[in-house]
């Protein structure tokens, strides 16, 4: 079997490989001249997604803190879990869960 060169799968292999024609072999351009690039365009929505996202990843004073204190008072033997903080927390995770 011989590769001629040619085709889709020299073609293929080119991309994949990154071999660069020289100027012996190479094909003129497909694309006319003049023609249009290609644009992106990012919608308002998904603008508005990566803001959000960019403030989830933002470290949260109030949060920090809180975990302080916790970490402080479960240290200290002075943290007192009350079990009807616990289960309205549970009960407002789990209903919070199932509406997102």
Same mark, same amino acid.
């Given at each position: 079997?011989?590769?001629?060169?040619?085709?889709?799968?020299?073609?293929?292999?080119? =991309?994949? =490989?990154g071999?660069?024609e020289?100027?012996?072999?190479?094909?003129?351009?497909?694309?006319?001249?003049?023609?249009?690039?290609?644009?992106?365009?990012i919608?308002?929505?998904?603008?508005?997604?990566?803001?959000?996202?960019?403030?989830?990843?933002?470290?949260?004073?109030?949060?920090?803190? +809180?975990?302080?204190?916790?970490?402080?008072?479960?240290?200290?033997?002075?943290?007192?879990?009350?079990? +009807?903080?616990?289960?309205?927390? =549970?009960?407002?995770?789990?209903?919070?869960?199932?509406?997102?």
């Amino acid at each position: 079997m011989e590769i001629s060169g040619h085709g889709k799968a020299d073609h293929l292999a080119r =991309l994949l =490989l990154g071999v660069q024609e020289t100027d012996a072999t190479a094909k003129p351009s497909l694309a006319p001249q003049g023609a249009v690039k290609d644009q992106v365009h990012i919608s308002e929505q998904a603008q508005e997604l990566r803001r959000i996202l960019a403030m989830t990843q933002e470290p949260d004073a109030a949060r920090i803190a +809180r975990i302080d204190q916790i970490k402080q008072d479960l240290d200290g033997g002075t943290y007192d879990v009350s079990g +009807r903080r616990v289960g309205d927390a =549970l009960i407002k995770h789990v209903l919070t869960e199932t509406v997102v």
